[in-house]
């Protein structure tokens, strides 16, 4: 839902601000504002923003500056941070934005319609990557519950005992049961049954 999602906006003209603010606020994203540096990176330590469209030319430094000291950051680097400028829109100039760790590049003039369409592929995006990292500590929290087997493993080959590694024999069944997730029912197999219980009868197919 569009509500779960914290865009940061950061332009110094007020009036662009504002207007940005009105368009990306009215799809339902939580919109927070600076006009300046220092106040993106105080309220970014703060809301941790999904999301940071940021103006390339601000009063107090460089938008690709700010933009390589966001992801310089380990608190804030997983930030989605968007260059947009409407003087330094070259693709050269877009290529060292995207260079120091933008994740996109917009280019004033831009319209309503094609900002809205252009922040929704970024979320879209953003939920996909947020969705893939979920899956993987999913994954890997049922990795960290699973016990494996693997190696040489020192068996005696009359009794069937495993030798730890403290060197105690064990059991093979409670060797296997402490090193694994598998579970023993115990059963006699045919030729076992034949020579133990020759009068059960217990593999008689005709019963």
Same mark, same amino acid.
């Given at each position: 839902?569009?509500?779960?999602?914290?865009?940061?906006?950061?332009?110094?003209?007020?009036?662009?601000?504002?207007?940005?603010?009105?368009?990306?606020?009215?799809?339902?994203?939580?919109?927070?504002?600076?006009?300046?540096?220092?106040?993106?990176?105080?309220?970014?330590?703060?809301?941790?923003?999904?999301?940071?469209?940021?103006?390339?030319?601000?009063?107090?430094?460089?938008?690709?500056?700010?933009?390589?000291?966001?992801?310089?950051?380990?608190?804030?680097?997983?930030?989605?941070?968007?260059?947009?400028?409407?003087?330094?829109?070259?693709?050269?100039?877009?290529?060292?934005?995207?260079?120091?760790?933008?994740?996109?590049?917009?280019?004033?003039?831009?319209?309503?319609?094609?900002? &809205?369409?252009?922040?929704?592929?970024?979320?879209?995006?953003?939920?996909?990557?947020?969705?893939?990292?979920?899956?993987?500590?999913?994954?890997?929290?049922?990795?960290?519950?699973? &016990?494996?087997?693997?190696?040489?493993?020192?068996?005696?080959?009359?009794? &069937?005992?495993?030798?730890?590694?403290?060197?105690?024999?064990?059991?093979?069944?409670?060797?296997?049961?402490?090193?694994?997730?598998?579970?023993?029912?115990?059963?006699?197999?045919?030729?076992?049954?034949?020579?133990?219980?020759?009068?059960?009868?217990?593999?008689?197919?005709?019963?």
């Amino acid at each position: 839902m569009n509500h779960d999602i914290k865009i940061l906006l950061v332009d110094d003209d007020p009036d662009v601000l504002m207007a940005t603010s009105r368009v990306i606020g009215a799809e339902g994203y939580q919109v927070f504002e600076a006009s300046s540096g220092a106040e993106c990176m105080e309220l970014a330590k703060i809301h941790h923003p999904d999301l940071i469209l940021l103006d390339v030319i601000l009063p107090d430094i460089e938008g690709i500056e700010l933009c390589n000291a966001i992801k310089s950051d380990p608190s804030l680097k997983k930030i989605f941070v968007i260059l947009i400028s409407g003087l330094r829109t070259s693709s050269i100039e877009q290529a060292e934005g995207l260079d120091v760790g933008a994740d996109g590049y917009i280019a004033r003039p831009v319209s309503n319609k094609e900002l &809205k369409a252009r922040v929704k592929a970024f979320v879209r995006i953003l939920s996909a990557e947020r969705e893939r990292d979920r899956l993987i500590q999913e994954l890997q929290e049922a990795l960290s519950t699973i &016990k494996q087997l693997s190696g040489l493993l020192p068996i005696c080959s009359h009794c &069937k005992k495993i030798r730890d590694d403290q060197g105690y024999w064990s059991q093979l069944e409670a060797y296997i049961q402490k090193h694994s997730e598998a579970v023993f029912t115990h059963s006699i197999c045919r030729e076992c049954a034949g020579k133990l219980y020759p009068d059960l009868d217990l593999y008689d197919e005709s019963k």
